[in-house]
């Protein structure tokens, strides 16, 4: 919400989320500069910064990927700016070279890195890691484990980054991005932090000479983190079973302790300064400790590292965590699974443990929203491909359409990497096609992604003379994140209009023909589709329709589509409910007490494919504008 952001009302208790939380305590720190590029679970980040961005005299930005944004932000440090690159755990992968780079020659303004981690992979294809990039650059990073601390860690973060002219990063996780919890509101600063102008001598550098002023910034790190204030322990002196928590396992563990009645027996050491460890700080607990149990999300790094410090002060500890079978190996932690670790802790055989429900709960595959374009896309490509004497070879990329490997996009994929891949792995592909590989090669990417990093790809495929088509998903959004907008939509992250870039101008610049295509006008689109399928050399095809979800925000009006059922056979049809049962659109539905189809109009948005696909021409349309 907009005005806890923007309150000045120190002291005020607001409920706020935890990417809301950031979005304070940055404006708290008087930032100047933010950049981002949409990646859940941290997208609200820079959508609530962009939104107050005018209102309170700094400049915030999507970038057109990750790489541009955390460059733009050590660009703005070396005029004394304070800068925010708000990104996922996949775009720190993305900025490896940057971040290294940038921890090597440092920072004059404070820079903050936000890294949302995403354990369990709710919005990610992987549960990557992001204290290993921390780890392998040399920077501090913290992890807040409350909301407050989310909100209090980043003008923390901008003054350590000042304090010692280094980039900082402070990790989220899902649960502290989405969840909620009472923070307490700071001052507002009367200005934005004061800049300076560039001097001829200044410099920001990377040079081997670096290196090690680089590591002995990572020393000097290493001893303010032994006072930091966000570290702190509780429960009895000289505990022999011992807690250490961070992130959402401090929270949990809490819980979990004050339901057992054992906050008295059990100490629980919450550490915020996850890299470097305060050795010293945490040796003090660890001395008395028989038994450590480590509560993390994603890997064993704290686990191991702690190993290592007791190894070295020759402490005979037994630890437990990721990776003992403690706690699972994978996937994010939940109260339950924290109860039972603690449980096993305590050797208190008479508490029950709690059960996994999750091999009860029913399977829901994932599908696209209803009057989703990328449904008729892959409708279309599923039934070209079955024209070739061989099975073609699909090659997708990171968007909505990831989910054209299962049902929802009939099973059309056959591979997919990391973001802005697909173009590469298909020009791999394509070049054996003159080797003795017999197949179409087809690869797609969304208009958000073809900006954020297919073009170096496309402009490789290009040279090459790749034979292989790539289709262009344009639904005029960045529509997996929330509609953030891109180069090619016109508008900014603070709302200024600027000239929208074409796609499709971009690719014939380029040297590639371009043929532009809508999903939803099946039969000319599948004939386009066939077409470019029989020419040789790199094509480009452009399947250009709006989300429907954008569409329905902007409440245009779509057309009507109804069943007939006096036209439809139901169970009689040889399509075999070919509507809800194939097609698969959430507003495909079964009249179970008519045995006939039928449209369920809450869920319908009218784009009206379904009536062109229907054998016994059951389903109309009548009336609207055309979606």
């Known amino acids: 919400m907009e005005w806890t952001i923007t309150a000045d009302e120190p002291g005020k208790i607001c409920l706020m989320q935890g990417n809301e939380a950031v979005v304070r305590g940055a404006i708290e720190a008087g930032l100047n500069f933010a950049a981002s590029y949409p990646g859940s679970p941290s997208s ?49 992968l993305c900025v490896a ?53 989310a909100k209090d860690m980043i003008p923390y973060a901008f003054e350590l980054s000042e304090r010692t002219r280094q980039i900082v990063i402070v990790r989220l996780t899902t649960r502290v991005c989405h969840g909620r919890g009472n923070v307490v509101l700071g001052e507002l600063p009367e200005k934005p932090h004061p800049m300076t102008q560039v001097g001829e001598w200044d410099r920001l550098t990377c040079v081997n000479y670096l290196h090690k002023p680089m590591l002995e910034k990572l020393d000097r790190i290493q001893d303010i983190f032994e006072t930091c204030p966000y570290n702190h322990y509780e429960g009895p002196e000289n505990a022999k079973k011992l807690i250490v928590a961070s992130g959402t396992g401090h929270l949990y563990c809490r819980e979990v302790l004050k339901r057992l009645g054992e906050q008295d027996s059990v100490g629980l050491l919450s550490l915020a300064t996850i890299w470097p460890l305060p050795k010293n700080y945490i040796l003090q607990y660890l001395r008395s400790a028989e038994q450590v149990l480590v509560l993390e999300e994603v890997d064993p790094v704290m686990e191991q590292n702690l190993e290592a410090i007791a190894g070295k002060h020759k402490l005979n500890i037994t630890f437990s965590g990721r990776s003992t079978g403690a706690l699972p190996r994978i996937g994010e932690l939940n109260p339950d699974i924290v109860l039972n670790a603690v449980i096993d802790l305590l050797e208190t055989p008479d508490i029950a443990k709690k059960e996994s429900i999750e091999d009860t709960l029913p399977i829901r595959d994932l599908t696209f929203c209803a009057g989703c374009p990328h449904r008729a896309t892959f409708y279309i490509l599923k039934k070209a491909l079955k024209f070739e004497k061989n099975p073609g070879i699909v090659v997708g990329d990171i968007g909505c359409y990831i989910m054209s490997s299962q049902a929802a996009g009939f099973w059309a994929y056959q591979a997919c990497n990391a973001m802005g891949s697909g173009i590469n792995l298909a020009e791999g592909l394509g070049q054996l096609t003159a080797y003795g590989l017999d197949q179409k090669v087809v690869t797609m990417c969304g208009d958000s992604t073809f900006f954020h990093t297919v073009m170096p790809g496309l402009v490789n495929a290009k040279y090459h003379n790749a034979n292989m088509l790539l289709m262009i998903l344009d639904n005029s959004a960045t529509a997996m994140t929330g509609f953030q907008p891109h180069p090619g939509t016109g508008i900014t992250a603070m709302g200024d209009h600027t000239q929208a870039m074409s796609i499709q101008k971009i690719c014939e610049s380029i040297g590639c023909d371009v043929t532009v295509a809508d999903p939803f006008e099946v039969e000319a689109t599948s004939k386009i589709l066939r077409d470019l399928l029989k020419q040789d050399g790199l094509k480009v095809l452009i399947m250009r329709q709006p989300c429907a979800t954008l569409m329905s925000k902007q409440q245009k009006k779509g057309l009507k589509v109804y069943v007939d059922q006096d036209v439809c056979y139901g169970d009689g049809c040889g399509c075999d409910k070919f509507c809800s049962r194939v097609w698969g659109c959430p507003g495909n539905s079964w009249d179970f007490t008519k045995n006939k189809a039928m449209i369920d109009p809450m869920s319908c948005v009218g784009c009206g494919v379904c009536a062109q696909l229907c054998p016994s021409g059951a389903i109309k349309v009548e009336g609207g504008d055309t979606v």
């Open 97 to 149: 070279d940057a971040l290294h780079c940038g921890a090597q020659h440092g920072v004059k303004g404070g820079l903050v890195i936000i890294t949302s981690d995403d354990p369990s992979a709710h919005s990610s294809t992987n549960e990557f890691d992001s204290r290993y990039q921390a780890m392998s650059a040399d920077v501090p990073m913290l992890e807040p484990n409350t909301m407050q601390e």
């Open 44 to 92: 609200q980040v820079l959508g609530l910064l962009g939104k107050v961005a005018k209102e309170l005299n700094f400049y915030a930005e999507w970038s057109t990927n990750e790489v541009c944004a955390l460059e733009a932000c050590i660009g703005a440090s070396l005029a004394n700016a304070r800068s925010l690159c708000a990104i996922k755990q996949n775009g720190l």
